[in-house]
């Protein structure tokens, strides 16, 4: 079992950075890959960005390339995604989701809103 909790989420303007933590409790963090989505009002959850269990492969929505960077500490149990530049249309709850198949969880979710 592994429970998530992220954090870091807030109110910024445009143009601004914010960094999402996301901690897991239990000893098998280091065996699940560990990704971002996000939900906008209205909208389906869409995924933001991801990174496999060693950490050395990512991979990011197009819409995030370039300006988000998603990083894992393995000994901390915890994954990252620093954002920056952020747009008003990052406006949205961002969800830590962790991977072993056939075992997923997700987090409760953190907001961000980015003002224009």
């Known amino acids: 079992q592994v429970q998530l909790v992220e954090s870091g989420g807030g109110l910024v303007q445009a143009g601004g950075s914010l960094r999402l933590s996301c901690a897991a409790s239990?000893?098998?963090?280091?065996?699940?890959?560990m990704g971002w989505f996000r939900q906008a009002p209205g909208k389906e959850r869409e995924f933001v960005a991801a990174?496999?269990?060693?950490?050395?492969?990512?991979y990011y929505a197009d819409s995030v390339k370039g300006r988000f960077t998603i990083s894992r500490d393995n000994a901390k149990n915890t994954v990252y995604l620093q954002m920056n530049s952020l747009k008003v249309e990052d406006t949205a709850v961002y969800y830590c989701?962790?991977?072993?198949?056939?075992?997923?969880?997700w987090g409760q979710g953190t907001q961000v809103t980015v003002s224009s």
């Open positions: 990174i496999s269990w060693s950490g050395g492969s990512t």
């Open positions: 239990g000893r098998t963090f280091s065996s699940h890959a």
């Open positions: 989701k962790a991977t072993n198949l056939p075992r997923i969880y």
